[in-house]
Structure formats: structure tokens, C-alpha cells
């Protein structure tokens, strides 16, 4: 059974930055595609970036897109996300997500394996 376990979020001004880190355990972790979604009050899931095994592809969702960089460290097991110029529109609960399918869209029914959130709060 894999594990994820979140951590980083807080609250911070806009502008600033926060580094999230999802560590896994339980299962080969470099042959996962790992991903970042958030969620806000009273919206759906979205998609924040994803990351290959190898750590050689990423995607990010527009909203992000050159502000925030998805990492990994297969020797630790885990998984990052760095913030930069963060927005109140970031503000959400951010979720790590794994899956071991070949084929692995940017949706959340691609992902069987979640942890269990970290808040990150942006004040205007």
C-alpha cells in the first residue's frame, strides 16, 4: 500500500514563495508519474503540474506556467513543488497524487494514490 505524506503549506503574502514536498513510501516510486492538484473552497480538483518517473517530462497547467517547478528526488522518494509569485488565487488545499498507468492525463481519475492535503493560504 503506497503512502503519501504532504508537507510545506502555510500561509504566505502574495508574492512570496513555498516549497510543498510529498514523500512517498510503499511501492517503486520512480516508476510512478507524480502529479500536484488543489482545491479550493467550493471548487473542483484542479491540476497543477505532473512529473514523469525519470523526472524528464513535466507538464503544468496554465495558471502556474513559469511560476511554479515540479521536482523529484527518486533517492528520497519524493516529490516537490516550488512556488514563486504566488497569488490569492493559489490559495487552496494542495493534493499529491500518484499512479502507475502508462497512459496519464491531467484529470484526477488518472490517479489512484493520494495524500492527504497541506493548506496554502495567500494574503493579498
Known amino acids: 500500500q503506497v503512502q503519501l505524506v504532504e508537507s510545506g503549506g502555510g500561509l504566505v503574502q502574495a508574492g512570496g514563495s513555498l516549497r510543498l514536498s510529498c514523500a512517498a513510501s510503499?511501492?517503486?516510486?520512480?516508476?510512478?508519474?507524480m502529479a500536484w492538484f488543489r482545491q479550493a473552497p467550493d471548487k473542483e480538483r484542479e491540476f497543477v503540474a505532473k512529473?514523469?518517473?525519470?523526472?524528464?517530462?513535466?507538464v503544468y497547467a496554465d495558471s502556474v506556467k513559469g511560476r511554479f517547478t515540479i521536482s523529484r528526488d527518486n533517492a528520497k522518494n519524493t516529490v516537490y513543488l516550488q512556488m514563486s509569485s504566488l497569488k490569492p488565487e493559489d490559495t487552496a488545499v494542495y493534493y499529491c497524487?500518484?499512479?502507475?498507468?502508462?497512459?496519464?492525463?491531467?484529470?484526477?481519475?488518472?490517479?489512484?494514490?493520494w495524500g492527504q492535503g497541506t493548506q496554502v493560504t495567500v494574503s493579498s
Open positions: 497524487a500518484a499512479t502507475w498507468l502508462i497512459l496519464v492525463r491531467t484529470t484526477p481519475d488518472s490517479y489512484n494514490t
Open positions: 512529473i514523469s518517473g525519470s523526472g524528464g517530462s513535466t
Open positions: 510503499g511501492r517503486a516510486f520512480s516508476g510512478a508519474t
